[in-house]
Nanobody, 114 residues
Framework: QVQLVESGGGLVQAGGSLRLSCAAS????????MGWYRQAPGKQRELVAN???????IYADFVKGRFTISGDYAKRSVYLQMNSLSPEDTGVYFC????????WGQGTQVTVSS
């Protein structure tokens, strides 16, 4: 089993920044990718950014140039630096880790006030 612990969410004004962190622990496993998804009220969960083991990163169009994902596979951790936040970025952000199956964090709330 893999456990994910997220931190870094909170309330910020529009234009501000937040940094999300996610650490994976548990029995030995090989991680192929780590990423962040978000879910706004009344909407489906959507990909924000993904880090592929080996260096490739994938970003949703709505965050390009504002958010940066970094994966530390040695530490089994993934980070999301979010800059220039807008109220549209409000939602619950979930960490995702892919091994032979998907694992999800409990979610961390990000609220951006206008």
């Amino acid at each position: 089993q893999v456990q994910l612990v997220e931190s870094g969410g909170g309330l910020v004004q529009a234009g501000g920044s937040l940094r999300l962190s996610c650490a994976a622990s548990g029995s030995a496993f090989a991680i192929s990718a780590m990423g962040w998804y978000r879910q706004a009220p009344g909407k489906q969960r959507e990909l924000v950014a993904n880090s592929i083991h080996g260096g490739e990163t994938i970003y949703a169009d709505f965050v390009k140039g504002r958010f940066t994902i970094s994966g530390d596979y040695a530490k089994r951790s993934v980070y999301l630096q979010m800059n220039s936040l807008s109220p549209e970025d409000t939602g619950v952000y979930f960490c995702n880790v892919k091994t032979w199956k998907d694992y999800w964090g409990q979610g961390t709330q990000v609220t951006v006030s206008s």
